[in-house]
């Protein structure tokens, strides 16, 4: 808060207060949230430290979908603007959600899942929101889905959020688990300068020649604030180049295709996944969030005692990380997919399998995290 | 004029095809037309100014004009506004929406907007009716109206938002209609200047949608009862309780002076850093 | 930091009523532990609705190694500071289990192999501050604990708390650990009785706790 810290420094920390200082870290300065459990803290940590910075502004709205608006102007107006939620308020947001896809706004949204469906269980981890993330909201449409392990972790993929979003003018949601939001962990804030912070490109071309939603060499069309000069129009109608309503066949695909078209180019940065074990494995973990982390210690106890587990921790959940599965299943019979759902990633996992392996899931929904154990008794199965 | 329509023509959006989407006889036009002169009276920078729109008719208006324009998703142009308005408080932030916009699906917002004192000029274009989407009944539609979805006339009573926005807790509360065009400029400015959440409601014929399954022969008959159903607020406030009728008192309603939330925040900040050495 | 001894999951369960304090014992017992002296910590709490009253737990798994599970599966110490609590949680107690009651609270302890001290009548009559007996209970527990060392419990303790309460703290963590060195005795004392009557054999814990060696145990173990 005095001197900037240019040393990493230790702190014992949760791992929604590791989301905020991620998201400080990015360079966020402006949160909109409305509370919910188990995702307030992230609200109140944002509440505490925002007006204490140079611009940093927060405010409380009236439900999640005004904290949705409220972000998404900010984001118009130049700022890195993030909310955070949880089921309930996950399923108000999905309108704005496709609004912020189809006007290409950066956006941060966090969703510690907890048990569902409707109001499900407000303090008891859960993974039931991972299709929703994709398609929750109505249309075709492209977004980026991350996910935590840890509370590291919970830092970490803030920062690759705001990163993504900025890079790529999209919306980002990034999930976490009731569990993870509220373990506290050691966790180790890294120095300003040992992180890659990304912002989102200004345009260099004189205000007449701007066209804010024309397909450039980057990929993604350069973004001016509101009020810097460049006067363009934003809507939800789909648009051409301008920004301008359009119904025209050529113009509508045109400008679908072009919005699926920077995100797909661009797979190779997007789709981070973790292996463990995993060049030689015969059979595959493909787990993430908090599960992965008992799947990393079963993996390792799998081949202790003679399997030839390994793991695909998956950091980015959408767009889903097809060529990280392809190259390690070379070898593999089964494909194991352990989740707190009813089996929301193991159908992405079988679509891109294909029928080569084995697909078989492990399933709880409960309210309690999937143990090392629960997975160890599955590999051992075969 | 000319030097009239000159004027509006160095606002439009040069890039953006014409002919308009409203219908003839729609009172928008007149209320961007007002909108823009008092814009270029106060001298207020194309850039620093931002409309943010619902979805309507009224909601179509942005795109032609030559400023920052967002068309937002239905109900909600309040919060994108407030986002904008205290991510950035020097741009002049103007909302434009229908009444069920505003009123209906963005009741919520707007009673909250109104209460935390958003420094936003917000205009609600009153035309009694969901216009764009074929004529279904609205929270203004007056009782015993007819509309698409009230055939049997509307049972329901309809708000009054100067009554609405003023308990809400706004700064200024103004109401004018696209008649009363003078008066609309004046209150327009106002609007447009004074600190805080800043209200005119203009009350504007549809005579596609609304008028003419009302008794209304056509868009004339509308701007008439304006005139004669439109007063000021002071010789309203004059008449007798049993004369006022049917009659809609217009003017400034409310004009208050708190802090707008957006200058409350940026003090905050000022005070933590401060205070910190 | 590194800690000095290795450790291979030892788990704690903190618990009581809403209002003791228990939530705040256990996240600066954590944060002593990860950052004052080194080891890994994940701490987790579960509450219901209500703000006091109810019950209040919060659960500490403490290794050299990375935690691969972060909630508890195996207590090794349960504290218990009040008679719902106890009634609610002894059951996770297994053989080598230490349970430490908050004896003015909890009057019916279902096991005779328990640690007690009256810490709330502690609080109220040495130190005059009923909120203070957390902190009382963080002292016997750096007592008890083979791994914790009163210095780096101290500093964590003063770092943690606003200036105005830390002297009171301070004040009330000696005491606990003095009343707790007093009331279990040096440490073969303590397990003395604990071991000869365990129905199985003393786990690797309890004999390192007696003769306060390193506990080492293979990484590589099933968990049953």
Redesign the interface.
């Known amino acids: 808060m005095t001197a900037k810290r240019n040393t990493p420094k230790e702190i014992f920390a949760l791992g929604a207060e590791a989301v905020v200082e991620g998201a400080l870290l990015a360079g966020c300065s402006f949160y909109g949230g409305y509370p919910i459990t188990p995702s307030s803290e992230i609200m109140e940590g944002m509440a505490a430290r925002l007006p204490k910075t140079e611009k940093g502004v927060f405010i409380q709205m009236e439900d999640e979908i005004a904290s949705m608006g409220t972000v998404i102007g900010a984001s118009m107006a130049g700022r890195k603007a993030m909310t955070a939620t949880s089921g309930p308020g996950f399923s108000l947001m999905q309108e704005f959600i496709g609004y912020a896809c189809m006007t290409e706004v950066p956006l941060v949204i966090v969703n510690v899942m907890r048990g569902g469906p409707s109001t499900g269980l407000p303090t008891s981890p859960a993974q039931g929101d991972v299709q929703q993330a994709r398609w929750g909201t109505h249309g075709d449409h492209s977004i980026i889905v991350l996910s935590a392990t840890d509370v590291q972790d919970c830092l970490q993929m803030t920062v690759t959020a705001f990163n993504f979003a900025e890079k790529y003018r999209t919306p980002v949601i990034l999930l976490l688990d009731e569990i993870t939001a509220h373990t506290r962990e050691k966790i180790t804030l890294p120095a300003p300068n040992d992180i890659e912070i990304f912002s989102r490109l200004q345009p260099t071309m004189p205000p007449e020649w701007y066209k804010p939603f024309e397909e450039t060499v980057r990929g993604v069309p350069p973004m001016p604030p509101l009020g810097a000069g460049y006067r363009f129009h934003y809507t939800g109608l789909t648009h051409d180049d301008h920004g301008f309503p359009t119904s025209k066949a050529d113009e509508v695909a045109s400008a679908i295709s072009r919005q699926f078209r920077k995100i797909d180019q661009f797979f190779f940065d997007i789709q981070i996944v973790d292996e463990h074990q995993a060049e030689d494995c015969e059979i595959l973990v493909v787990a993430f969030g908090c599960v992965a982390r008992s799947a990393h210690l079963a993996v390792d106890q799998a081949r202790e005692l003679g399997i030839k587990a390994g793991l695909l921790n998956l950091k980015t959940l959408f767009p889903f990380p097809r060529g990280a599965v392809e190259k390690v299943i070379g070898n593999c019979k089964t494909i194991l997919v352990p989740e707190m759902n009813m089996g929301q990633m193991s159908r992405e996992v079988k679509r891109v399998n294909d029928g080569r392996c084995k697909v078989k899931t492990l399933n709880r929904i409960d309210g309690h995290i999937i143990t090392p154990k629960q997975i160890l008794d599955s590999l051992r199965k075969g | 004029m000319a030097e009239v329509t000159q004027l509006i023509h160095n606002y439009l ?1 040069r ?3 014409f002919p308009h989407v409203f219908c003839p006889g729609c009172g928008h036009g007149i209320v961007l037309g007002s909108l823009i002169r008092s814009v270029h009276a106060l001298g207020i920078p ?3 100014v ?1 409309l ?1 729109a619902g979805i309507g008719c009224s909601g179509r208006i ?2 032609y004009v ?8 239905h109900g ?13 408080p ?2 002049h932030v103007i909302v434009i929406m229908g009444d069920g916009d505003a009123l209906s699906i963005g009741g ?2 707007f009673i ?1 907007a109104a209460r935390r004192n958003i420094g936003l000029s917000v205009l609600v274009l009153n035309n009694f009716i969901y216009g764009m989407t074929g004529g279904q009944c609205s929270s203004t539609t007056p009782q015993g109206d007819w509309s698409t979805t009230t055939p049997y006339g509307a049972m329901e009573k309809s708000f009054d938002l100067v009554e609405l926005t003023s308990a809400a807790g706004a700064n200024h509360v103004a109401r004018g209609t696209t008649f009363h065009v003078k008066t609309l400029d004046k209150l327009m400015a106002n609007t447009l200047t004074k600190p805080g959440f800043n209200f005119l409601e203009v009350l504007t014929p549809c005579h596609t949608q609304y008028g003419r399954k009302n008794k209304f022969k056509n868009p004339v008959e509308m701007y008439k009862w304006l005139k004669s159903t439109a007063m000021p607020l002071e010789a309203y406030n004059k008449l007798a309780p049993e004369k006022r009728g049917d009659r809609i008192p217009i003017g400034i309603f409310q004009s208050r002076e708190e802090t707008p ?1 957006e200058v409350s ?1 940026e003090n ?2 000022k005070q ?2 401060g205070a ?2 | 930091m590194k800690p000095d001894k290795d450790i291979h999951r030892f788990e704690i369960c903190l618990s009581g009523l809403g209002g003791q304090g228990v939530l705040t014992l256990g996240k600066i017992m954590g944060q002593a532990l990860a950052l004052g002296h080194g080891f890994n910590v994940a701490q987790t709490q579960s509450y219901g609705p209500e703000a006091r009253g109810g019950a209040s737990r919060t659960d500490l798994v403490i290794s050299t190694l990375p935690i691969s599970y972060p909630k508890t599966d195996k207590i090794d110490l349960l504290v218990a500071l009040s008679q719902e609590a106890c009634n609610k949680y002894f059951q996770l107690l297994k053989p080598g289990s230490i349970l430490l009651v908050n004896t003015t609270l909890v009057k019916q302890v279902p096991t005779n192999q328990f640690l007690g001290l009256p810490f709330t009548e502690i609080a109220m009559d040495k130190l005059k501050l009923v909120q203070a007996m957390n902190t009382l209970v963080l002292g016997a527990c750096t007592f008890l604990l083979p791994f914790a060392r009163r210095a780096a419990m101290r500093k964590s303790l003063e770092d943690a708390l606003p200036a105005k309460i830390v002297d009171i703290n301070l004040k009330a963590f000696n005491m606990g650990y003095r009343d707790a060195q007093k009331a279990f005795g040096e440490s073969p004392a303590i397990w003395a009785g604990l071991a000869d009557s365990a129905p199985t054999a003393p786990s690797a814990l309890v004999k390192a706790i007696k003769k306060k060696v390193p506990i080492k145990k293979k990484p590589a173990a099933t968990k049953k």
Do not use: C, E, Q
């Open positions: 959006r890039d953006k095809k194309k850039d620093d931002v943010v942005p795109v030559d400023f920052n324009t967002v068309h937002a998703v909600r142009a309040l919060t994108i506004a407030t986002g904008i308005k205290m991510a950035n020097k741009l919520n917002h909250h939330l925040y905050l900040r933590l850093r910190k050495s």
